[in-house]
T-cell receptor, first 113, second 112 residues
Framework: AQTVTQSQPEMSVQEAETVTLSCTYD???????LFWYKQPPSRQMILVIRQEAYKQQNATENRFSVNFQKAAKSFSLKISDSQLGDAAMYFCASANAGNMLTFGGGTRLMVKP | SQTIHQWPATLVQPVGSPLSLECTVEGTSNPNLYWYRQAAGRGLQLLFYSVGIGQISSEVPQNLSASRPQDRQFILSSKKLLLSDSGFYLC???????????FGPGTRLTVT
């Protein structure tokens, strides 16, 4: 069984600043993927970034990057140059070989102008 | 390109009434399909998943059932709704290998 934990229910960041959202996971699988999804007020789930566990290099997508620490089972999301449109719920998730997604409880990110 | 549809977008139903939510995927074949429920301010809970027509697996025993009558159609049903069935229901699909899941726009269900 997989578990995903997001220890920060809410985070706040000033516009243009950098913020890091934390996520830890536990899995017995050797082959798995990790994801960060964004859920804006529309509630549409949008993929932000993905990381294959077998890859050592941290994934990067424009202003979004991850710090993947496999031994520590940690998968944090860094948002640089925060924008008002980044305000949303962010969910960390893991997928195993059966493609079953397990989600964390979410972190609400607020961006202050 | 692939798209996923859900309807209705919103639904208000009385306790004890039946439920049918529909999800369809276009532009792909033989997808894995998933139903999730999200309570207000909470994370997503996997309810059902399907790897093929007529193949349904349940993650959480409850008042709901799912069916997959066609390759790209996934239906969530209930014979008698409970107040606790209220929530936001999301359908998702993915390819057969490990991959990201693509989510539909969701259905907001309120049971009164």
């Amino acid at each position: 069984a997989q578990t995903v934990t997001q220890s920060q229910p809410e985070m706040s960041v000033q516009e243009a600043e950098t913020v890091t959202l934390s996520c830890t996971y536990d899995t017995s699988e050797s082959d798995y993927y990790l994801f960060w999804y964004k859920q804006p007020p529309s509630r549409q789930m949008i993929l932000v970034i993905r990381q294959e566990a077998y890859k050592q290099q941290n994934a990067t997508e424009n202003r979004f990057s991850v710090n993947f620490q496999k031994a520590a089972k940690s998968f944090s999301l860094k948002i640089s140059d925060s924008q008002l449109g980044d305000a949303a719920m962010y969910f960390c998730a893991s997928a195993n070989a059966g493609n079953m997604l397990t989600f964390g409880g979410g972190t609400r990110l607020m961006v202050k102008p | 390109s692939q798209t996923i549809h859900q309807w209705p977008a919103t639904l208000v139903q009385p306790v004890g009434s039946p439920l049918s939510l529909e999800c369809t995927v276009e532009g792909t074949s033989n997808p894995n399909l998933y139903w999730y429920r999200q309570a207000a301010g909470r994370g997503l809970q996997l309810l059902f998943y399907s790897v093929g027509i007529g193949q349904i697996s349940s993650e959480v025993p409850q008042n709901l059932s799912a069916s997959r009558p066609q390759d790209r159609q996934f239906i969530l049903s209930s014979k008698k709704l409970l107040l606790s069935d209220s929530g936001f229901y999301l359908c998702a699909w993915t390819r057969l290998v490990i991959d990201e899941q693509y989510f539909g726009p969701g259905t907001r269900l309120t049971v009164t």
